[in-house]
C-alpha cells in the first residue's frame, strides 16, 4: 500500500512537471502545444549532450554535474521553446486554433525526427546513473536519488508558483490569461509575456527530461510522446489552464495509474489512465480545480 | 483545354507505369527487357530494419548477407556464371515500412527474399511476395505466426517461438526453478513466445507460472510491472521483448531489491542490454540462437568477416549469411530464378550445412531442431552458459 502511494507520488511528479508547461500555454493562448512532450525529450538529449562532451565524470560529483547541466539544459530547452513559440506560433496568433494544432502536431514531428537525424535513431545510454541507498520508509521502499529527484521537482514548482503569484511578470500572465486586449489597452508587452511562459514551461519539461535520463538510464527520440500524452491527461485532469491544477493532475495521475495496476493487473495500467481522462472529459471537463478562474495562467 | 492536358498526363502515367513493370522482369537497374530471366545479375531482396531502434542488427544481418554474396560471386556465381546481388529494404520494425519496402524489392526483379528481423514488420510481407511468387528464406524473424498461415513460399531457419519456449523450459527444469514469471511487451514476437512457455510449463508441471503480463514498451517507468513482480515474488523472470525495456525492467528490479534470476529472450540480446541496465544485468540468463562468438570452429569466418567490413560480426550475422548461402543453393537446384521450382528445390534439401547444423525443413517450413543456447551476461557481455545438449 505504502508502495503504491510511493510510486504514484513519484512518477506522478513527473508528470506535475511536464503538465504544468502544457497548461500555463492553454492558459495564456488556449493552445494545446502538442510539442511539449518533445521539449521533455530535448532536454534529456542536451543534457547528454554536453556530458559526453565533457567525458567520464567521477561518481563523487555527479550530483553536482547533474545540477548544473539541469540548469543548463534548462536554459537551452527554455530557448527552443521561445524559438518554436517565435517562429511556428506566433505568425499563426490569429489564425483559427485548428491551424495552430496542426502546427503544434509538425512541430512535434520535427522535434522528434530532428533529433533523431542529429544523434542517431538508436536509444543511448544517459552517462550519469543516479544509484542510490535504498530504505525503508514505513513499508514503502524508497531510493535516495528518488528523493533528490522529488525535492528538485517540488522546489522547481514552489519557484514557479510564487514566481507567477509574486512578480509582475507573473501578475502580466495572469491577466493575459483572463483577457488578452485589456492587457495590450493596460500597457503589457503581451509578446514578451507570451515568450516567457513558454521559456519556463519548456525549462520545465527539459528539466524533467534530465532528471528522467539520470534516473532511468535510456533515452530515446521518441521518449517525449508517451509521456507528453499523460501530461496532457494530467493537465485535463487537474483542470487546464490552471497551475495548482496541473501539479495535482499529476500527483493524481500518478495514484490512479498506480493503483489501477494494483487493482487490474499492470497491462490495464494505460487503460485505466485513459478511461479516466475519457471519464473526466465527459463528466467534469474543467478538472478538479477548474473554473477558478482568477488563477488561470 | 484543360480536358486534354489531363488525359495527356494520365497517357504519360500510364506509360511510365507499363514501363516499369515491364522492366520488372529483369529488374529496374538491371538491362533491358530481352535479358530479364535468363542473364544479368540474380537479386536477393534483404528486408531488414536499417533505421530505428533495431537497426544495429540489421548492419550485422546485411554484412553477413554480403559475405556470403561476395564468396559466390569469387567462386563463379550460381547457374553457370550469374552473378548474386542484394537489394536492400528497410523494415525499421514497422509494418507500413515493411510492406513498402517489400513492393519495392519485388519490382526491383528480386527472385529469393531471405530478409526478416521483427515478426510485427515481417508478416504483413508475407502476402506480398507470396503474390509474386517469391521464396521467403527468413533468417531472424520467428514468431510462430509466420508458418502458421500456411504459405508454400516461407521458409524460416531461425528457431520458432516455440522452440525458444522449448529451451526456456529446459533451462527453467534444470536449474530447478518453480516459480516463474512472464513478461511481453504486446508485440507479435513478444507475446508468441510468452503464451507459449506459459502453455508449455503448464502441461509440463515441473514448475507453475506465477504470473504472466504485458507491458506498453516506449516508456521509461515500469515501476507497476516491478510491483506486481515483487508481489508475485518468482524464482525467475523471463522477458520476452527487445532490449530497450528489457533494460530498464532489470534495472528497475534490481532497484526494488528483486533476488530471484532473470533471463530474456533473442529479442533482448544486444550489447545495449546492458549499458541500459547498468549493473544489474550481470548474471542475466537468455535463451538465444547461436551467434559468432559461441560457435565452435567459426573462427575463420570470423575472422573473414572482420577484414571485409572491420567490425566484428553481430547477432544474426550468422543465419543471414546461410540463407544467402541455402537461396544460392536452391536456385542452382532448380536450374532456374522461378519461385515454383525453388520452393521445390528447398523443400527437397536435405542435409545442407549451416552454422545451426545440417539443414531439413520440416513439413511447416521451419528448421527441425532450433539450436537454441543459454547465455549469461559476465562483465557486460553475452556468454556462452549452456548449450542444452
Known amino acids: ?252 495521475l500518478g495514484f490512479v495509474e498506480a493503483f489501477g495496476a494494483q487493482w487490474f493487473g499492470g497491462q490495464w495500467r494505460d487503460v485505466f489512465a485513459f478511461a479516466v481522462l475519457i471519464l473526466f472529459l465527459t463528466l467534469r471537463p474543467t478538472g478538479i480545480l477548474g473554473e477558478r478562474v482568477t488563477e488561470r495562467v | 483545354m484543360r480536358i486534354k492536358r489531363h488525359s495527356t498526363v494520365l497517357i504519360t502515367i500510364a506509360a511510365a507505369v507499363l514501363l516499369t513493370t515491364s522492366g520488372c522482369s529483369g529488374g529496374l537497374l538491371g538491362g533491358g527487357e530481352s535479358e530479364g530471366e535468363s542473364a544479368g545479375p540474380i537479386k536477393l531482396a534483404m528486408v531488414i530494419p536499417i533505421s530505428g531502434s533495431s537497426a544495429p542488427t540489421g548492419k550485422y544481418m546485411e554484412n553477413g548477407a554480403q559475405l556470403a554474396i561476395n564468396e559466390i560471386n569469387e567462386d563463379g556465381g550460381i547457374l553457370d556464371g550469374r552473378e548474386l546481388e542484394l537489394v536492400v529494404g528497410d523494415e525499421a520494425c514497422d509494418p507500413q515500412q515493411g510492406v513498402a519496402s517489400a513492393n519495392k524489392a519485388v519490382s526491383a526483379g528480386a527472385v529469393v527474399s531471405v530478409g526478416g528481423y521483427c515478426s510485427g514488420a515481417t508478416l504483413p510481407q508475407l502476402p506480398i511476395f507470396e503474390k509474386a511468387g517469391i521464396p521467403m528464406i527468413i533468417p531472424a524473424a ?68 506465477a504470473l504472466s503480463t504485458s507491458v506498453t514498451a516506449g516508456e521509461s517507468d515500469y515501476s507497476a510491472v516491478v510491483r506486481d513482480i515483487m508481489n508475485a515474488n518468482p524464482e525467475l523472470v523471463y522477458w520476452t521483448g527487445y532490449y530497450q525495456e528489457g533494460g530498464l525492467i532489470i534495472n528497475q528490479l534490481k532497484k526494488a531489491g528483486f533476488a530471484g534470476q532473470i533471463m530474456v529472450a533473442d529479442g533482448s540480446v544486444d550489447p545495449s542490454l546492458s549499458e541500459i541496465a547498468g549493473a544489474g544485468a550481470e548474471g542475466v540468463y537468455a535463451t538465444m540462437t547461436q551467434t559468432p562468438d559461441t560457435i565452435e570452429g567459426a573462427e575463420d569466418w570470423i575472422a573473414n568477416y572482420e577484414e571485409e567490413f572491420g567490425s566484428a560480426p553481430g547477432p544474426y550475422s550468422t543465419q543471414s549469411y546461410d540463407a544467402v548461402r541455402l537461396a544460392a543453393e536452391a536456385i542452382e537446384q532448380a536450374g532456374s530464378t522461378d519461385g515454383d521450382k525453388i520452393i521445390d528445390a528447398l523443400e527437397a534439401i536435405d542435409g545442407f550445412t549451416m552454422f545451426s547444423g545440417p539443414l531439413k525443413f520440416t513439413p511447416e517450413h521451419t528448421l527441425s531442431s532450433g539450436g537454441f543456447v543459454i547465455l549469461k551476461i559476465q562483465d557486460g557481455t553475452f556468454v556462452l552458459e549452456d548449450d542444452l545438449s
Do not use: C
Request: glycine share 12%; hydrophobic share 50%.
Open chain 2, 142 to 209: 520467428n514468431s510462430q505466426d509466420l508458418v502458421n498461415q500456411k504459405l508454400k513460399n516461407v521458409f524460416m531457419i531461425n528457431g520458432t517461438g516455440k522452440q525458444q519456449s522449448t529451451a526456456a523450459l529446459d533451462f527453467i527444469k534444470k536449474q530447478g526453478f518453480t516459480t516463474v514469471a512472464l513478461v511481453d511487451d504486446n508485440t507479435s514476437y513478444s507475446k508468441d513466445i510468452n503464451v507459449e512457455t506459459a502453455k508449455q510449463i503448464e502441461e509440463d508441471g515441473s514448475a507453475t507460472v
Open chain 1, 1 to 252: 500500500m505504502m508502495q503504491l502511494i510511493w510510486d504514484g507520488l513519484f512518477v506522478g511528479s513527473f508528470y506535475a512537471l511536464i503538465a504544468l508547461g502544457y497548461s500555463m500555454v492553454y492558459g495564456i493562448i488556449k493552445l494545446l502545444n502538442f510539442a511539449h512532450g518533445d521539449l521533455y525529450m530535448l532536454g534529456a538529449f542536451i543534457a547528454f549532450a554536453v556530458l559526453s562532451s565533457l567525458g567520464g565524470i567521477p561518481a563523487s560529483l555527479s550530483i553536482g554535474a547533474l545540477l548544473v547541466v539541469l540548469l543548463l539544459s534548462m536554459l537551452l530547452t527554455g530557448t527552443a521553446g521561445v524559438l518554436i513559440e517565435r517562429f511556428a506560433y506566433r505568425p499563426l496568433r490569429g489564425a483559427p486554433r485548428l491551424a495552430v494544432l496542426i502546427t503544434a502536431v509538425g512541430v512535434s514531428f520535427s522535434l522528434e525526427y530532428g533529433v533523431a537525424a542529429l544523434a542517431g535513431p538508436n536509444p543511448k545510454a544517459f552517462p550519469i546513473r543516479l544509484e542510490g541507498e535504498v530504505f525503508n520508509l514505513i513499508g514503502a521502499r524508497v531510493s535516495l536519488p528518488q528523493i533528490v529527484l522529488m525535492i528538485i521537482a517540488g522546489l522547481l514548482m514552489i519557484g514557479l508558483n510564487s514566481y507567477i503569484h509574486n512578480t509582475s511578470t507573473g501578475r502580466a500572465m495572469r491577466s493575459i490569461a483572463l483577457d488578452r486586449n485589456a492587457s495590450l489597452l493596460m500597457g503589457i508587452n503581451v509578446n514578451s509575456v507570451i515568450a516567457r511562459t513558454f521559456f519556463i514551461g519548456s525549462a520545465l519539461a527539459g528539466a524533467a527530461g534530465v532528471m528522467a535520463g539520470a534516473y532511468y538510464g535510456k533515452i530515446d527520440f521518441l521518449m517525449g510522446f508517451i509521456i507528453g500524452l499523460k501530461a496532457f491527461t494530467a493537465a485535463v485532469i487537474g483542470g487546464i489552464g490552471n497551475i495548482k491544477g496541473a501539479m495535482l493532475g499529476g500527483l493524481v
